[in-house]
T-cell receptor
Framework: SQKIEQNSEALNIQEGKTATLTCNYT??????LQWYRQDPGRGPVFLLL?????KEKRKERLKVTFDTTLKQSLFHITASQPADSATYLC??????????FGSGTRLQVQP | GAVVSQHPSRVICKSGTSVKIECRSL??????MFWYRQFPKKSLMLMAT?????????EQGVEKDKFLINHASLTLSTLTVTSAHPEDSSFYIC????????????FGPGTRLTVT
């Protein structure tokens, strides 16, 4: 069956360090992979989309990689700040019509 | 741009009653709207996909008679939880897409439903 796993339930890092979050998937061949940020009690906010033919995508302090051979995406936040503390979700496109989400990684950036 | 609102943000209802949740795209026309539910510390689970003017497509295991979805216009979709039970208590989130493809979705802020 199709499965999406995000590395750990929680990740604690010091301010200024780079946070690296992992998303692994099995039994998928997604055309796109997306990363979202979700704050407590709020809906997800879109951050980045990466296509299967793209190895890396950047947006300000964010970087996403997509390795279709390893079936893995890495999400990096450089120079992390306490305001980056949130849950980060990866999502895969299932066909053209639906997104399937991972369970998320809660990032806590300590000042 | 691309703002989606939900109303109400929180609702408490008694067991056996029905609750309606509204999802609106404020500054674009949403060809497709999606409804998700999320349990604490869990991921979003897609419940159904709806296109304006047609019947919703429900995911496996989601009771269509219990979770009524209406996508009456290009800016409004409603989810009605009928005969609510405590196990229906959850965080319900909608999203809207300006096209038919799912990769471009804008999420609402969510509705916390508590059934007592």
């Amino acid at each position: 069956s199709q499965k999406i796993e995000q590395n750990s339930e929680a990740l604690n890092i010091q301010e200024g360090k780079t946070a690296t979050l992992t998303c692994n998937y099995t039994n998928y061949s997604p055309a796109y992979l997306q990363w979202y940020r979700q704050d407590p009690g709020r809906g997800p906010v879109f951050l980045l989309l990466i296509r299967e033919n793209e190895k890396e995508k950047r947006k300000e302090r964010l970087k996403v990689t997509f390795d279709t051979t390893l079936k893995q995406s890495l999400f990096h936040i450089t120079a992390s700040q306490p305001a980056d503390s949130a849950t980060y979700l990866c999502a895969l496109l299932r066909g053209r019509r639906a997104l399937t989400f991972g369970s998320g990684t809660r990032l806590q950036v300590q000042p | 741009g691309a703002v989606v609102s939900q109303h109400p943000s929180r609702v408490i209802c008694k067991s056996g009653t029905s609750v309606k949740i509204e999802c609106r795209s404020l500054d674009f026309q949403a060809t497709t709207m999606f409804w998700y539910r999320q349990f604490p510390k869990k991921s979003l689970m897609l419940m159904a996909t709806s296109n304006e003017g047609s019947k919703a497509t429900y995911e496996q295991g989601v009771e269509k008679d219990k979770f009524l979805i209406n996508h009456a216009s290009l800016t409004l979709s409603t989810l009605t939880v009928t005969s609510a039970h405590p196990e229906d208590s959850s965080f319900y989130i909608c999203s809207a897409s300006p096209g038919l493809a799912a990769y471009e979705q804008y999420f609402g802020p969510g509705t916390r439903l508590t059934v007592t």
